[in-house]
């Protein structure tokens, strides 16, 4: 269960210790966005963390996605939603047009989809290519080498925002292991830059969890993905 009470200070917590790895390395607090994981925890702990000052929430799952959207609607609140899960072409439309980003696209199907439906309801949705930067196969994304090619395949679709990449790193407290992973998504993000499309706003760089973010922004991170350090566990 969630421990509303304890949100708020975990909320202050969290933050300080986000713009205090900033500052360490010479960055602007400002330059990196906390993106609030709430799912499996209820829409009564994202509005505890609203208050407390959380402007960014990430869910993982489609309907969970949905029904949080319809029921902060319904109460007149209105945060900024982010869709982080792995996400399969017929659930697309659970999410469309309310997903301000979707950080896990790693499908041709998915792009096309997220594009179809973007155009639909005449907005352009903000998306981050999923990477595979750890090399364990079950792990969901587009391996490093493959990235050039899957870009060709859905620069074109004109409905889709393309603003950088997202990875899950491996689950590890090997310093020097996350570092290698972070170092790879940033190096991709810099050598496909001339494949975007102009305008670019090919800036972004989710990386970071509860357990690495400082390490995360270290290494450049815009976003960090944080829940468990926020909501508590996860009742599942
Ligand atoms: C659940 C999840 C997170 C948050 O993980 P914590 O360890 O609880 O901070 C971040 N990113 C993704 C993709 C997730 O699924």
């Known amino acids: 269960m969630s421990e509303l009470f304890s ?3 975990n909320w202050k917590r969290i933050s300080n210790q986000v713009a205090e790895s900033a500052i360490a390395c010479g960055r602007d607090p400002d330059s990196v966005t906390i993106v609030a994981v709430s799912k499996m925890h209820p829409l009564d702990a994202v509005k505890v963390a609203w208050e407390a000052g959380a402007k960014v929430f990430g869910e993982n799952y489609a309907q969970e996605f949905r029904d949080k959207i319809r029921d902060s609607e ?3 609140f209105s ?3 982010h ?6 072409s017929n659930k697309v439309k659970y999410i469309i047009p309310h997903a301000a980003m979707i950080h896990s696209c790693s499908s041709q199907s998915v792009a096309e989809e997220i594009n179809r439906l973007s155009e639909k ?3 352009r949705t903000d998306i981050l290519i999923q990477v595979n930067t750890s090399g364990e196969l079950s792990k969901s994304g587009i391996q490093p080498d493959e990235i050039q090619e899957y870009l060709e395949r859905i620069v074109g679709l004109k409905s889709l925002h393309f603003r950088g990449l997202m990875t899950i ?4 407290d ?12 940033r190096s991709i993000h810099e050598l496909v830059k001339s494949n975007i499309p102009e305008p670019q706003d090919w800036n972004v760089l989710s990386m970071g969890m509860s357990d690495d973010f400082s390490i995360a922004i270290q290494e450049g991170a815009t976003h960090v993905r944080i829940g468990t350090a926020i909501f508590g ?3 599942y």
Do not use: H, M, Y
């Open 7 to 9: 949100i708020p200070d």
């Open 74 to 76: 319904e109460s007149n």
């Open 79 to 81: 945060p900024e939603w």
């Open 83 to 88: 869709f982080i899960g792995a996400l399969q």
């Open 121 to 123: 309801a005449g907005v």
């Open 169 to 172: 790193p491996t689950a590890t």
């Open 174 to 185: 090997d310093t020097k292991q996350l570092i290698k992973e972070f170092t790879l998504l």
């Open 233 to 235: 566990a996860r009742s």
